[in-house]
Nanobody, 124 residues
Framework: EAQLVESGGGLVQAGGSLRLSCVAS????????IGWFRQAPGTEREEISC????????LYTDSVKGRFTISRDNAKNTVYLQMNNLKPEDTGVYYC?????????????????WGQGTQVIVSS
């Protein structure tokens, strides 16, 4: 059974850093995309970054460009989200998700599998 598990969330002061991990297990697909999403209280879930397993193609939403870096370690079936210079508005539950239909790392693609999320709180 395909499964995604996030970790690495926590409480950090503004300007600090966190690294989130997303471990994929049970995946038998030749290629897939892992996306990172976040949802702040009272808001809709927002896609912030994605990376394609095969070629490392990445995408970032404007609000995190230059601060967040997504990367992958295919040998460990793990995708990371390095978050630097965190701001209070980065607070939320962060989810990773997998797109396995072959559409690639593009805005608005449908993600087939989701993790349970990890909480990030950035204090001012």
């Amino acid at each position: 059974e395909a499964q995604l598990v996030e970790s690495g969330g926590g409480l950090v002061q503004a300007g600090g850093s966190l690294r989130l991990s997303c471990v994929a297990s049970g995946f038998t697909f030749d290629d897939y995309v892992i996306g990172w999403f976040r949802q702040a209280p009272g808001t809709e879930r927002e896609e912030i970054s994605c990376i394609r397993r095969s070629d490392g193609n990445t995408l970032y939403t404007d609000s995190v460009k230059g601060r967040f870096t997504i990367s992958r370690d295919n040998a460990k079936n793990t995708v990371y989200l390095q978050m630097n210079n965190l701001k209070p508005e980065d607070t939320g539950v962060y989810y990773c998700a997998a797109e396995v239909s072959g559409y690639g790392c593009y805005p608005g693609v449908f993600y087939n599998y989701w993790g349970q999320g990890t909480q990030v709180i950035v204090s001012s």
